[in-house]
């Protein structure tokens, strides 16, 4: 089994910036890759970003490329998320979430199903 706990939510103005924490514990040798996602109110929850465990590799969602920036500290097994020039679209609760099934080459998952722990997420609100 394996664990994920978010951190670093809150309140903020459009342009800030804010950096998510995700912290995994428990069985993490046997992750591929760890993931960002969100849920508006009232849509579904939607893919954000993708690392590689080993943090060779990152693919994002075109709205927050060049925005958002994901990263591992390898040695703190936590995953991170730096969320900046946020604007008020931005506001969601931010999921993390861990994956074990292995790819080959640089595929990230995208999709819910492909993950198979979830943390209880964190909210971000960006004011206009």
């Known amino acids: 089994q394996v664990q994920v706990v978010e951190s670093g939510g809150g309140l903020v103005q459009a342009g800030d910036s804010l950096r998510l924490s995700c912290a995994a514990s428990?069985?993490?040798?046997?992750?591929?890759?760890m993931g960002w996602f969100r849920q508006a109110p009232g849509k579904e929850r939607e893919f954000v970003a993708a690392?590689?465990?080993?943090?060779?590799?990152?693919y994002y969602q075109d709205s927050v490329k060049g925005r958002f920036t994901i990263s591992k500290d390898n040695a703190k097994n936590t995953v991170y998320l730096q969320m900046n020039s946020l604007k008020p679209e931005d506001t969601a609760v931010y999921y993390c979430?861990?994956?074990?099934?292995?790819?080959?080459?640089?595929?990230?998952?995208?999709?819910?199903?492909?993950?198979?722990?979830w943390g209880q997420g964190t909210q971000v609100t960006v004011s206009s």
């Open positions: 979430a861990a994956d074990e099934t292995f790819y080959h080459g640089t595929y990230l998952p995208t999709s819910e199903s492909e993950y198979e722990y």
């Open positions: 428990g069985r993490t040798f046997t992750l591929d890759a």
């Open positions: 690392i590689r465990w080993s943090g060779e590799a990152t």
